[in-house]
């Protein structure tokens, strides 16, 4: 039983290989650099509500979660879907995929020469649009909102 911690120690000449290995490989680096970054003495204070972290991650998720400026459906305002701005988004959208340079060259081409024709309130698509549009602002769960878009389609 005592001979079994004198099998873990490493020789020089093992320690200087395995050091070697350890910093070629750049994930592992990285990592110890994370956790060195993460792992700070002293405490880091929350200049928005004063709360106390000891770790710099916990301070990333608590600013992340409470005090980011990404606002959440539920914190909206409530949007009426016009016309106009169903326009507007179709316009956007063609324009993203014309300009990202991410798409197939097939779908640009075809972007190129759509022509969107702006939508009267009482037609059935606008109205099945304004649905979802209603359906997804209302409880901002993009999941369930595609779920029952398919749903209505088929």
Request: proline share 3%.
């Amino acid at each position: 039983m005592a001979d079994c911690g004198e099998d873990i120690f490493l020789f020089g000449d093992d320690f200087d290989i395995i050091l070697d290995i350890l910093e070629q490989d750049e994930d592992i680096e990285e990592e110890f650099v994370t956790s060195v970054e993460n792992a700070q003495p002293g405490i880091i204070v929350c200049t928005d509500c004063g709360k106390q972290y000891k770790t710099r991650g916990g301070f990333q998720r608590h600013w992340t979660s409470k005090h980011s400026n990404i606002t959440t459906p539920k914190e909206q305002t409530c949007i009426t879907l016009t016309p106009s701005i169903l326009t507007d988004i179709v316009k956007t959208a063609v324009h993203k995929v014309k300009t990202a340079q991410v798409y197939p060259q097939s779908i640009i081409n075809k972007m190129e020469v759509y022509l969107f024709e702006e939508l009267k309130e009482e037609t059935v698509e606008f109205t099945m649009l304004k649905s979802m549009f209603d359906a997804y602002s209302k409880n901002g769960d993009t999941e369930k909102c595609y779920s029952n878009t398919t749903l209505r389609l088929l």
